[in-house]
Every structure is written in C-alpha cells, then in structure tokens.
C-alpha cells in the first residue's frame, strides 16, 4: 500500500533562517506530488506542484522553491523566512490521471518568530 | 479563483442532516471533498467527474451539477464524528490536475 511520509511535524524558526521541508512516497512511481500551505484558521493555498521528476509548477510567487530530485521525493525550501511564512504546510501525493483523490501528509506546523 | 462553500460554519444535534454547498465560477471537471479534524491533515472523501453523477459513501453523499458548476455534499443522520471543516476542491481538466480548495465549510456536531 501507498504511504506518504512528511518531517518535521513541528518547526520553530527565526525570521531570516532557511528552511526545508521534506516528503516521501512509498509504493507507487510516478506520482503527482504537491505542497499546500494552511495559515491558521483558513483554507488550503497551493505553492508548488509536480509532474514528473525535475517538473515544479509554481502557483504563487513567494520566498518559497520546490524541488523534486528523485521520483517520490518532494522538498520545499526557503532562504530566508518571513513572519509571513508561518502556517501548516502539506504535502499531498495522487497517481497521475483523473479519477483521483489526493493523500495528504500529516504536515509539518511552521512558526516563524 | 476560489470555489465558495456555503455555509461557512453549522451547528447540527446528532441526527440531524447538513448540506454543503460549493460553487465555482469555471468550468469544471472535478469537483472533490474532503474532511478536516482540527490540527489534523485533510481526509479524502469522494470525487465526483463532470457527467451530473452523484455518489455515495455510507451516510454522507455528494451531487456534481455541471452546468452550474456546483456541487453539493449531504450528511444524514449525522454522527459526532462528522464534525470538521470540509472542503470541496476543485479541477479544471485533465492535464490540469492540481486542486483549488473551497473557503471551507465548519460543521460542528453536539450530542
């Protein structure tokens, strides 16, 4: 069966200090990988997207990157964090096609002091 | 932009029946929906393609209205368990698979 790792579950960083999230798939290849960002109390923002390996679709434009070094691995970065970056980030994965619905991580809750 | 769900937030007694509705302003091709406990991740709970159909998952169903681009999930006899935010999520079409969530709906269920 599919799994979908997500780490840390918790992060508490400074204000301009990098940043790296990291998730994995397990069995499956080839998987649609995405990350969203929740801030407190509201709904769930798209950031970035992936196709295949070294494929990132950015939805919106931020201090924010995402890379997909290998098939079932999905790191979203910072180099510098904003206040603003604080919320709870996920990571969801779906096979490639229709008829899907998406698996979410069990995130990781960023504060940025 | 962003399907709106309405209502925002809904107080229910046990057993008593919700619906939540979710509007898109585009075409649509899919239209999802998911559970969320609080602090917790979002939980799948059905996709319904363009076609008009509806399906159904145990006591809680969902419609799918393409023309009007509306969808609309419904709780009967509803159960502690179902309190949450729900979320609908939209897509626009194959290779355009990325989903845009709902404003959210807040269904708070007491005994």
């Known amino acids: 069966s599919q799994t979908i790792h997500q780490w840390p579950a918790t992060l508490v960083q400074p204000v301009g200090s990098p940043l790296s999230l990291e998730c994995t798939v397990e069995g499956t290849s080839n998987p649609n990988l995405y990350w969203y960002r929740q801030a407190a109390g509201r709904g769930l923002q798209l950031l970035f997207y992936?196709?295949?390996?070294?494929?990132i679709s950015s939805e919106v434009p931020q201090n924010l990157s995402a890379s997909r070094p290998q098939d079932r691995q999905f790191i979203l970065s910072s180099k510098k964090l904003l206040l603003s970056d604080s919320g709870f980030y996920l990571c969801?994965?779906?096979?490639?096609?229709?008829?899907?619905?998406?698996?979410f991580g069990s995130g990781t809750r960023l504060t940025v002091v | 932009q962003q399907p709106v769900q309405s209502p925002q937030a809904v107080i229910l007694r046990e057993g008593e029946d919700a619906v939540i509705n979710c509007s898109s302003s585009k075409a649509l091709y899919s239209v999802h929906w998911y559970r969320q406990k609080h602090g917790e991740a979002p939980v799948f709970l059905m996709i319904?393609?363009?076609?008009?159909e509806q399906k159904g998952h145990e006591k809680i169903s969902a419609s799918f209205n393409e023309k009007k681009q509306q969808s609309s999930l419904y709780l009967t006899a509803s159960q502690l368990s179902y309190s949450g935010t729900y979320f609908c999520?939209?897509?626009?079409?194959?290779?355009?698979?990325?989903?845009?969530f709902g404003t959210g709906t807040r269904l708070t269920i007491i005994p």
């Open positions: 999520g939209t897509e626009q079409g194959l290779g355009n698979e990325k989903l845009t």
């Open positions: 319904l393609l363009k076609g008009g």
């Open positions: 992936s196709v295949g390996i070294g494929q």
């Open positions: 969801a994965w779906k096979p490639t096609g229709a008829n899907y619905g998406y698996t």
